[in-house]
């Protein structure tokens, strides 16, 4: 309730400033943040999931996009979530695409963003997920969403997959690969056949000599994947996912469609919220049937969950973890409490 008080302040103002206020300020009371934990106190550790030896506490998370620079990571660990995928993240710092560049849809509760992969880069990433490692509990997962520099041509993407690979392999808890998202120029071209596989290959084979050479513990390579495909695209992108040992996939980023919108806006960009759900659920279920009876290849729900029937609807279509996003720029930093209590 007070939340919603709140938020009728806040969205009064466009929602990139106040998620910028929000993300510089909040980092300054990180030693507040044990403080505030009996505020989000609830039984976070029930119905725990195990994926290749990476443990979760619960099976409720952040999606990428929100914290993309791994300023406030403490701060998700203190609300009760079992894990934060940060990023996503480019080798080289970037700017992303021009503003304004993130619209809110009140009436449809959703959010349209072209933000572009504006991020640091992969060096600072590493530091601030090492530093605040240090200060997150034991059991807390910290994921690298990875992507390509907008400038980078398809045919050398995996080079910068692979850069970012390196670079945060011994930060990150696990890593998703995001060919998915609609605001870097030709990036979904990544999902079809002509590069998937290749792609695939090169990233998993520089995570074996990673391991390898470093003497570091294998970790599990997640693929996101776009609400948009077709049958038989899913299907391809699927097969080429077990094929090269990927460990399970992320479903969904954000759609390119505009179907049932009661909000009259037309901006270009990736569309999350309610209106993404049923969308996200009919790939998520679709998946669960290719994949039926391979307990190691993990789903992993994301795409219009606002509480605690979303979550289930996500879980009985096939997802091992569930991940939220727009849901708590619309319900508060509470919802996981509200969502696993």
């Known amino acids: 309730m007070l939340y919603k008080i709140l938020r009728l302040f806040l969205f009064r103002f466009s929602p990139e400033l106040i998620h910028n206020i929000i993300f510089t300020f ?22 725990s999931f195990t994926v290749n030896g990476l443990r979760f506490r619960n099976r409720l998370g952040i999606a990428a996009g929100l914290d993309k620079d791994g300023q406030l990571i403490e701060f998700w660990d203190t609300a009760g979530f079992s894990h934060i995928e940060v990023g996503t993240v480019t080798p080289l710092a970037q700017p992303g695409n021009p503003k304004p560049r993130l619209f809110r849809l009140v009436k449809d509760k959703g959010i349209i963003n072209r933000m572009g992969f504006n991020n640091k880069g992969a060096e600072k990433l590493r530091k601030k997920i090492l530093k605040a490692k240090k200060r997150t509990r034991n059991d807390f997962v910290i994921g690298v969403n990875i992507g390509k520099n907008k400038e980078t041509p398809l045919e050398k993407a995996h080079e910068d997959y692979m850069k970012c690979l390196e670079v945060l392999y011994d930060a990150g808890d696990y890593f998703a690969i995001n060919i998915s998202s609609p605001n870097t120029p030709g990036l979904r071209e990544l999902q079809g056949d002509k590069y998937i596989r290749d792609l695939l290959f090169e990233i998993v084979m520089k995570k074996n000599e990673i391991v390898k050479t470093k003497s570091l513990p294998d970790k599990n390579i997640f693929l996101k994947i776009a609400p948009d495909l077709t049958d038989e695209e899913l299907k391809s992108v699927y097969d080429a996912a077990l094929s090269y040992g990927i460990n399970g996939i992320i479903a969904t980023n954000t759609t390119i469609t505009r179907k049932n919108l009661r909000t009259k806006i037309e901006q270009e960009g990736g569309l999350s919220g309610k209106p993404l759900k049923e969308m996200s659920d009919t790939i998520l279920k679709k998946l669960n049937e290719l994949n039926r009876g391979n307990s190691d290849f993990v789903l992993i729900g994301a795409g219009g969950v606002f509480n605690s029937g979303g979550y289930k609807d996500k879980m009985a279509l096939g997802a091992e973890l569930v991940q939220v996003y727009t849901g708590l720029i619309y319900e508060g930093f509470g919802i996981a409490k509200k969502i696993l209590k």
């Open 26 to 47: 909040l980092p300054w009371f990180k030693f507040l943040f044990p403080l505030l934990r009996p505020f989000y106190k609830f039984n976070e550790y029930t119905n």
